[in-house]
């Protein structure tokens, strides 16, 4: 007889899906019912074979209703859907009595964080949100040795990391800033995130490029600062990795030196679920400052490669795969 908890899921077919899944049934709890409006879900036959799926979101919810009504209902929700829809489907797991587990980012703008904080409240519920680097042990180690150095310098921190896309990103929801949060958001908040965590809250930030392919900027955090770039374009991959046929290049250095935590990524969704599950985790208010870093970053206005910028800051920009003929200067316009 199974005596775990049971989960529902939003987002099944998602790229991050499988990692909740796998973190759910590693933690010995049970999927019970998923939705997504995609039908491609043959990797719940790996996890959960026996759990129900919906692909209109209105007999999911019939379902879950249904299911609560004869006093099985579900304990969490698994919240992966693309990020926009992120504040709507949290409410809904809050409404129907379970508590709720997002992936990142947790909401676009730093208001819905309080406006979310006050649900919790009013529904009597919890909401984790998986900020996975911070439980990354090497990550853990690093916030350990900061917090014990006594020393008021800054450290200086160099922060790289390029993670290719094809042109199927900007067809999709995350090509869409309005949806996604533009490229900070989407491959930097969990990096934003870990800087604040160790380095502490944000004292200024100035952005210098910021287009459909890459973001560059200069941070000032209480502890450090920090020149940050992030791309979704190969052709910014160093020489080496391109040779190599890599897609993904991540550099963190610290004084100078190289900060190595390329391995222990494995397992980290599943660390998060076994903290949420002893009653740890993280909720609303540790996601803020990320949440509101990557907002301002967002809504500044890029100076140019100016001051204390990246090194990569002043490779050549490219022009949109869709507006090819777009001169440069109208690339922020996502």
């Known amino acids: 007889m199974k005596t775990g908890k049971k989960f529902g899921l939003i987002g099944a077919a998602g790229y991050v899906a499988p990692r909740h899944m796998k973190a759910i049934k590693d933690t010995l709890n049970e999927l019970i019912v998923a939705y997504d409006p995609c039908d491609v879900v043959g990797i719940l036959d790996s996890y959960f074979p026996d759990a129900a799926f919906f692909t209109e979101f209105e007999r999911f919810d019939r379902h879950v209703e249904l299911i609560k009504r004869r006093s099985q209902p579900i304990d969490f929700l698994s919240v992966c859907s693309p990020n926009y829809l992120h504040d709507s489907h949290i409410r809904f797991g809050l409404r129907i009595g379970a508590d709720v587990i997002c992936e990142k980012p947790l909401v676009l703008n730093p208001w819905n964080v309080e406006a979310l904080m006050e649900a919790e409240r009013e529904y009597g519920r919890r909401i984790y949100t998986v900020l996975q680097l911070r439980v990354h042990p090497s990550v853990m180690a690093l916030k350990e040795m900061v917090d014990n150095h006594?020393?008021?310098?800054?450290?200086?921190?160099?922060?790289?990391?390029?993670?290719?896309?094809?042109?199927?990103?900007?067809?999709?929801?995350?090509?869409?800033?309005?949806?996604?949060?533009?490229?900070?958001?989407?491959?930097?908040?969990?990096?934003?995130?870990?800087?604040?965590?160790?380095?502490?809250?944000?004292?200024?930030?100035?952005?210098?490029?910021?287009?459909?392919?890459?973001?560059?900027?200069?941070?000032?955090?209480?502890?450090?600062?920090?020149?940050?770039?992030?791309?979704?374009?190969?052709?910014?991959?160093?020489?080496q990795v391109r040779t190599a046929g890599g897609r993904t290049y991540r550099s963190l250095k610290i004084n100078g030196e190289e900060f190595e935590f390329s391995d222990g990524f494995a397992d980290l969704h599943t660390a998060m679920y076994r903290d949420v599950l002893k009653g740890n985790g993280y909720g609303p208010k540790d996601a803020y400052w990320g949440i509101e870093l990557a907002y301002q970053i967002r809504n500044s206005k890029p100076t140019g490669p100016k001051g204390e910028y990246h090194p990569l800051a002043s490779l050549p920009l490219s022009p949109h795969p869709f507006l090819r003929n777009a001169p440069i200067k109208n690339q922020n316009l996502l």
Not at 172 to 179: F, R
Not at 186 to 204: A, C, Q, T
Request: glycine share 8%; with cysteine; aromatic share 16%.
């Open 150 to 239: 006594k020393s008021d310098q800054l450290y200086d921190v160099d922060l790289t990391y390029i993670t290719s896309r094809g042109k199927w990103y900007y067809a999709s929801w995350k090509g869409d800033e309005s949806k996604s949060g533009g490229i900070v958001t989407n491959i930097g908040i969990h990096f934003f995130d870990m800087l604040v965590w160790i380095f502490g809250k944000p004292v200024h930030q100035t952005v210098h490029i910021y287009t459909h392919d890459r973001a560059a900027g200069f941070l000032e955090l209480e502890k450090a600062r920090v020149r940050w770039f992030l791309s979704i374009n190969s052709e910014c991959l160093p020489e």
